[in-house]
């Protein structure tokens, strides 16, 4: 029979007889868990491709974007226009518009970064307070009341014009269409037969130039016809 083998035990002398079942079943050790980026050069994976959901999202922006810049591109330009609002001689502003009267009003979303500009209509006024300043006005373009306030208003950065004489808008920065040609010197000029009276020209070649010759434009015609007739091989 095989000695056994005497463990000493801490904090006694003597020792204990160490079996298998005294050990109970052998433990392994837990598994170690690798917590770092793995990475495989076996295996090359794909770009990531933008789902449906995000194309729409950009596509959706982009097109905002580009109706933003063409808003903004049809504001009306009021420099040459004369002001509605003018401070007295205490410096109160006073309103120049008389009810009836027309006025043009450029508004700017001051609740948002910027200050950006909102829009730019022709109001009619009905009534004006000139204590605070409120101003009750008819809308020509949505045929609805509305209301501001012109002492308010112009702290904000509104600005109230007094339209053209026509009654109409002002018009954009933006002008669509070719720009129209200077006419040619003396063109629209004083002609001696109507007088000393500005004369326009009509439509058509101007006077005093002449044609070419019929048989000269008829011969050219011809040798282009022959010319088409023989083709490459009679050209040369």
Request: hydrophobic share 30%.
């Amino acid at each position: 029979m095989a000695e056994e083998k005497r463990v000493p035990l801490r904090g006694s002398s003597g020792g204990l007889p160490v079996t298998k079942e005294a050990l109970g079943p052998v433990q392994s050790s837990p598994p170690v868990m690798y917590t770092g980026t793995m990475q495989n050069t076996d295996t090359i994976l794909p770009p990531a491709e933008d789902t449906p959901t995000e194309r729409e999202s950009i596509t959706s922006l982009l097109a905002s974007e580009a109706k933003e810049r063409a808003r903004l591109a049809s504001k009306p330009v009021l420099d040459a226009l004369e002001d509605a609002v003018e401070l007295d001689d205490d410096g109160v502003p006073t309103f120049t518009v008389a009810p009836g009267d027309k006025v043009v009003i450029e508004r700017y979303a001051t609740i948002l970064r910027g200050s950006p500009w909102l829009d730019t209509k022709v109001y009619t006024v009905e009534s004006i307070d000139g204590v605070t300043g409120t101003l009750r006005l008819w809308d020509d373009e949505e045929k609805c009341h509305a209301m501001t306030n012109y002492i308010t208003g112009v702290a904000a950065g509104f600005k109230f014009k007094v339209p053209p004489s026509r009654g109409g808008m002002p018009s954009s920065q933006r002008r669509r269409g070719r720009p129209r040609k200077s006419p040619p010197p003396g063109t629209t000029g004083a002609s001696p037969a109507s007088g000393g009276e500005p004369v326009k020209r009509g439509r058509g070649r101007p006077p005093g130039t002449k044609n070419r010759p019929h048989d000269v434009v008829a011969a050219e015609k011809r040798a282009k016809a022959e010319a088409r007739r023989k083709g490459p091989a009679g050209r040369g």
